[in-house]
Each structure stands twice: as C-alpha cells, then as structure tokens.
C-alpha cells in the first residue's frame, strides 16, 4: 500500500489555469509538507503543515495555497499558473521532527 | 543562496567498490543530517540520518560521516551494488524541532557491475 499518494501524477495545463494537486498519507504522521523541484533538480521546501498550524515558506507566492481538510491530507491549490510554476511538485509526511517519507511527485507543465 | 551544496553531479563506480558521496553546508545552526535516495519517477526515500552530536553513523552498507569543522559530510557505501544506481540527496535541519528541510541538488550515482 503507497504510504504518500499524490494525484495526479501528470498535469498539462495552459497558463492562467487554476489547479489543484491531491496528497493523502497512511502513516499516520501529524506533520505534511509540499516540496517543488525546479528544472535544476533543486528540492526546496514550500510549506509544512503540522496540527493545523501552516508554515509558510515566505518566499512561496500568495498564488499558491494549502489546504488541509485533516491530519491524513494536504491539498495545493494553485491560482493564475504561470510558466515559471512547471515543475514536480512533492507532497512528504513525518512524525514531527522525524525523517520525511515523499510522494512520487506531480509532474506539472505549463503551456 | 543555496545552503547545502553536492558538487559532483555524478559518480561513476565499479560494482563491489566504495561509493563516497559528498555534501557541504554552510548554515552552522544545521543540527541534523539525512541521506535520501530517488529513483526516476519516484520520489526521494529516507536512507541514514546523523546528528551533530555524532560524527558516524552506519546502518549495514551505508556509513554517514560528520564533520563538523569543515561543514562536511559524506555518505559511503561499501559495497556498492547495481541497485544503489539512483540519485543520492543530502539535507540538513535547523534544529530538532524544526520541519523544514533544506537539500542539496544531488549527485547521480551510476554502479558498474
């Protein structure tokens, strides 16, 4: 059984488009986040969402918004895409202040 | 500004041989370590971890180094076998309580056989 679960796995879209990427965990973990992976290859952390407290990455533009319906899911929803937002997307869950255990990305490209 | 930093984008090793990756960082607040390993199309998986309160850490094949001073760690892998062939990432954590990790851009590790 997948322990993180992202869907979907692929996203096409044009820019301006609204859109939204699923992550759901199994493990029972209290703390989710959402990571981007640009064309670099660079992972870097966009939000973390523990007990219903958000931390948000400051440099991560008000377009994108978490939403936490409860402790097993983290959603991300995205406003106005641009093409500089193509990227893979990777949702994570931990205990607190353990090891991080990742999806297997959301591939998104923008037209 | 990048903080952790995995210059060799790839490493090419004979099956059987030590396979050692290296990470750098520059944050000194850094209490903790992690190794992570991605296949294509998956996403990264949890391999080893060290604190700074330690400068070794080993589970089986795999070994974390730690040193301090240098900012500098590294991952050995003895020995190394055609399934280690992935992508090895380092990261590091500000504080153990802290949820955000910060990686490097990871070094391509391709074994032989």
């Known amino acids: 059984d997948t322990a993180v679960s992202q869907t979907p796995k692929y996203l096409v879209t044009q820019m301006g488009n609204d859109k939204s990427i699923k992550c759901e965990q199994n493990?029972?973990?209290?703390?989710m986040y959402w990571y981007k992976q640009d064309s670099k290859k660079f992972l870097k952390i966009m939000f973390s969402?523990?007990?219903?407290?958000?931390?948000i990455n400051e440099t991560v533009p008000n377009r994108f918004s978490p939403k936490s319906p409860d402790k097993a899911h983290l959603n991300l929803h995205i406003n106005s895409l641009e093409l500089g937002d193509s990227a893979v997307y990777f949702c994570?869950?931990?205990?607190?202040?353990?090891?991080?255990?990742f999806g297997d990305g959301t591939r998104l490209s923008i037209l | 500004d990048q903080q952790v930093k995995q210059n060799s984008p790839s490493l090419s090793v004979q099956e059987g041989r030590i396979s050692i990756l290296n990470c750098d960082y520059t944050?000194?607040?850094?209490?903790?370590f992690l190794w992570y390993k991605k296949y294509p199309a998956e996403g990264p998986t949890f391999l080893i971890s060290i604190s700074s309160i330690k400068d070794k850490n080993e589970d089986g094949r795999f070994t974390v180094f730690l040193n301090k001073s240098a900012k500098h760690l590294s991952l050995h892998i003895v020995p190394s076998q055609p399934g280690d062939s992935a992508v090895y990432f380092c990261a590091a954590r500000e504080g153990t309580g802290a949820n955000n990790l910060f990686f490097g851009t990871g070094t391509r590790l391709t074994v032989i056989p």
């Open positions: 969402y523990n007990n219903k407290e958000l931390i």
């Open positions: 994570a869950s931990s205990r607190y202040g353990q090891p991080q255990h």
């Open positions: 493990l029972g973990h209290d703390t």
């Open positions: 944050n000194s607040m850094f209490d903790y």
